[in-house]
């Protein structure tokens, strides 16, 4: 079965870094966009990055542009988050995400049919 493990989360100051990891099994890989989204106390869900299932292209939430890089190896089946200058308003649970299709652009009709668990990232100011 689909199964998306994200890790790397945890306590960073403001200024710092985390670089997450999400580990997919059970579907091929390299045949599905990704995506990162978040959800931090209290507010809904937000969409932060995607890459196509080749890695040829990526987008930002506004939010997170210039700050945040997503990548993916797909000979480790595995998805990226490096997130840099961090603040305390990226205090979130974290989640990777499996798109339907091999492109997403960040937009409201991009469509996911799994999810992670989640890994929570807390930045301290």
């Known amino acids: 079965q689909v199964q998306l493990v994200e890790s790397g989360g945890g306590l960073a100051q403001s200024g710092g870094s985390l670089r997450l990891s999400c580990a997919a099994s059970?579907?091929?890989?390299?045949?599905?966009?990704m995506s990162w989204a978040r959800q931090a106390p209290g507010k809904g869900l937000e969409w932060v990055s995607g890459i196509y299932s080749d890695g040829s292209d990526t987008y930002y939430a506004d939010s997170v542009k210039g700050r945040f890089t997503i990548s993916r190896d797909n000979a480790k089946n595995t998805l990226y988050l490096q997130m840099n200058s961090l603040k305390p308003e990226d205090t979130a649970l974290y989640y990777c995400?499996?798109?339907?299709?091999?492109?997403?652009?960040?937009?409201?009709?991009?469509?996911?049919?799994?999810w992670g668990q989640g890994t929570q990232v807390t930045v301290s100011s």
């Open positions: 059970g579907f091929t890989f390299s045949s599905y966009a």
């Open positions: 995400a499996k798109a339907t299709d091999t492109v997403v652009s960040g937009n409201p009709r991009d469509e996911y049919d799994y």
